[in-house]
């Protein structure tokens, strides 16, 4: 039986920007972190929302509200009205789903599925989105200089400077590029 490779999740602390994250380097070779059902199951799970089982049809709404959340993130970090149809997706998808907030005995905040569904779970998303596109959270939704990601992520640093959505993977990478650039332009010189 062959063992099936599937990329590792990149989690943050934001529930919104880590979902959007599950599809990375959009334009550059795209890289689809969760391309099966139970894939995503196990990114639910991962992200204390799990649920019973996703089918085919639950995984490709799923990516229709990772698509819409980006585009109205991609929106906002670069101050365009919010785009209607990502919108309406995320409004449908946090008003179709059962869900509440719970305070644990630690003092933080953590969701209760209705249900061990997909659906539950996708209203907990949109409702996190939503919460972060309207502003109420600290911080700034930027985009990934990078330009083959352009991820959204949440710029909570001083000044509201950062350029990199994980400066493990973008960041790092685009060092090295300047790095190895500067090496061979002063090999250049030395010739």
Not at 44 to 65: F, I, K, M, Y
Not at 138 to 148: D, N, Q, V, Y
């Amino acid at each position: 039986m062959a063992v099936v490779y599937f990329p590792e999740f990149r989690l943050g602390k934001v529930l919104t920007t880590s979902f959007t994250g599950t599809l990375s380097e959009r334009y550059g070779e795209a890289l689809e972190r969760i391309p099966v059902p139970s894939r995503f199951a196990d990114w639910l799970a991962v992200n204390g929302l799990a649920v019973d089982s996703c089918s085919q049809s639950q995984l490709d709404h799923a990516r229709e509200l990772r698509e819409a959340i980006h585009a109205a993130a991609t929106a906002v970090a670069i101050h365009d009205p919010l785009p209607s149809p990502a919108v309406d997706v995320i409004n449908d998808c946090s008003t179709h789903g059962l869900a509440s907030a719970v305070l644990t005995a630690e003092g933080s905040r953590e969701w209760r599925l209705g249900s061990a569904s997909v659906e539950d779970a996708l209203s907990v998303i949109a409702a996190d989105a939503i919460s972060l596109l309207a502003g109420e959270r600290e911080g700034k939704i930027s985009l990934c200089a990078s330009p083959t990601c352009r991820a959204a992520f949440v710029d909570t640093s001083r000044g509201h400077t950062r350029r990199w959505c994980d400066m493990n993977t973008c960041g790092n990478r685009e060092k090295k590029a300047r790095f190895l650039a500067n090496k061979r332009a002063k090999s250049g010189l030395a010739d």
